[in-house]
């Protein structure tokens, strides 16, 4: 199942973008690019995710309420930040031996995150998992954090 993977990039604050702008960005791939894979299991939809950036870092929120820490897998391999998660259930009523009902539930999604190297220290990278939302921690790397204004001395 194709679906569509996400470039960690930083928010144009300007309201109204162009329209070209927005169509060259949406086109060239910095918005989404569609031939990877971001899905979700049989009847299930891909999670909230929200992306926010301060000064030191990028954060990433996924919405994933019912699930537990273990039912995660975040990676970082090759510019690309893979956050999945698959849990499986079975539920069987069983009476004098014979099962009278059983029932299967299975849950997976996997979302897909392009982050360069040049942003993010990799190796820094922490994640953690509190009321129903995974958050993902994403260092900036010195040279993309924001340096204090200079005053130049005038001779």
Do not use: C
């Amino acid at each position: 199942m194709e679906g569509l993977v996400m470039t960690l990039a930083r928010y144009n604050q300007n309201r109204f973008p162009s329209v070209p702008s927005f169509f060259n960005d949406f086109f060239n791939g910095n918005l989404m690019d569609w031939g990877m894979s971001n899905f979700a299991g049989t009847r299930e939809t891909l999670p909230a995710v929200n992306v926010s950036e301060n000064e030191n870092e990028f954060t990433v929120e996924v919405a994933a309420p019912g699930l537990e820490r273990r039912d995660f897998n975040v990676d970082y391999q090759n510019g690309k930040l893979t956050i999945s998660s698959e849990k499986k259930e079975e539920h069987k009523d069983e009476k004098e031996g014979k099962v009278t009902r059983r029932e299967f539930n299975y849950q997976s999604f996997q979302r897909v995150f392009n982050v360069s190297e040049e942003l993010v220290k990799v190796d820094d990278i922490s994640a953690k998992y509190k009321d129903g939302i995974l958050t993902i921690s994403l260092p900036k790397t010195e040279e993309v954090k924001p340096k204090p204004a200079r005053n130049i001395r005038i001779s």
